[in-house]
């Protein structure tokens, strides 16, 4: 297959680019940057130039391929304070792409995200397929709403799949949550934890994550959902002992409302209860995670960077 994959030179297309090419596919990467062609090139597919706010580019893109992977989202703008921006302008170039496709029974893999969907019970692929009252108001909402347009895609001729990342997609290099984390607790000399610290959040190893991406392309069901779920929940207790082993400092409890003043923009999440389960995508893609665990991780000092 000659796949389209947008955010090719990110955290988890870097490894998912591989992971295709190894399988025998052709990759064509979106670079918006030199930067990003140069990383493109280096894991070995092709680059196609242009934009997640350049919908006429990924339609010419998706149309030239068997099959698109849309790893992008514009996250330096939602998590700059303008979610509804980064939404706005994924909804446009999911539109774009999934026009292109239309009739031609090609894939559609759609990355999403599930922290914080059915808080304090685990979340299964069976949830979140319709907003729920707590979501109303809320920015994330748009993007819920692109992932349920997505599966929709399925009644027009498009494979369409959405796969669901675990908050934590760790490993060595990982710059996303855990590494903030990491980096919090430098800073502060302590790692912090929200509460009690009894909440978990789903961890899968980058390996996995890219393992399940070239499965759900090659043979993800229409209108399926995916969850790329290595550990069901791990408690940010454990967490914040882990790297307060590693970082040589003492553990400390934050209270709720100090959250978001101690972890920053990561003090919205950081006391969420979002357990979550792969138990449907295991069985249906036969996908069976082998990467170390978050901790083991944690512990081999793959976060002292």
């Known amino acids: 297959m000659r796949i389209f994959v947008t955010g090719a030179s ?16 052709e990759v064509v990467g979106l670079a918006r940057s030199e ?10 597919a092709t680059v196609a130039w242009g934009d997640v706010d350049d919908p006429a580019s990924l339609a010419k893109a998706a149309d030239d391929s068997d099959g698109v992977v849309h790893l992008a989202f514009q996250h330096e703008v939602a998590f700059g304070g303008d ?24 894939p559609f893999v759609l990355a999403s995200g599930m922290l914080g969907m059915t808080p304090g019970r685990v979340a299964t692929e069976n949830d979140g397929l319709v907003p729920s009252a707590q979501s109303r108001g809320n ?56 509460a009690e610290g009894e909440n978990r959040w789903p961890a899968v190893h980058r390996s996995d ?13 229409a209108g399926s959902v995916l969850h790329a779920v290595g550990e069901e929940g791990v408690r940010l207790r454990d967490v914040a002992d882990a790297i307060s082993r590693s970082l040589d400092v003492p553990t400390a409890s934050i209270a709720p409302d100090a959250a ?12 969420v ?14 996908w069976d995670p082998a990467g170390p665990t978050l901790l083991a991780d944690l512990e081999a000092g793959g976060y002292d960077h």
């Open 83 to 106: 979610f509804a921006a980064a939404a706005n302008a994924d909804r446009r170039a999911v539109e774009a792409m999934a026009a292109a496709l239309a009739g031609s029974d090609r």
């Open 139 to 194: 920015p994330a909402i748009r993007r819920h709403a692109t992932a349920l347009f997505v599966l929709s895609l399925a009644g027009i001729g498009v494979r369409s799949s959405v796969l669901r990342f675990a908050p934590t997609v760790h490993g060595v290099g990982d710059s996303g949550f855990v590494h903030t984390l990491v980096t919090v607790a430098r800073e502060r000399g302590v790692a912090g934890y929200v």
């Open 273 to 286: 209860d979002c357990p979550a389960s792969a138990e449907i995508t295991r069985q249906s893609l036969g």
């Open 209 to 221: 994550a890219a393992h399940l991406v070239r499965l759900a392309v090659e043979g993800a069901p």
């Open 35 to 44: 930067a990003s062609a140069v990383r493109i090139e280096e894991i070995g």
């Open 10 to 25: 990110g955290w988890i297309g870097s490894a998912a680019v591989p992971e295709m090419l190894d399988a025998g596919h």
């Open 260 to 271: 978001l003043e101690h972890f920053g923009h990561l003090g919205v999440f950081v006391g």
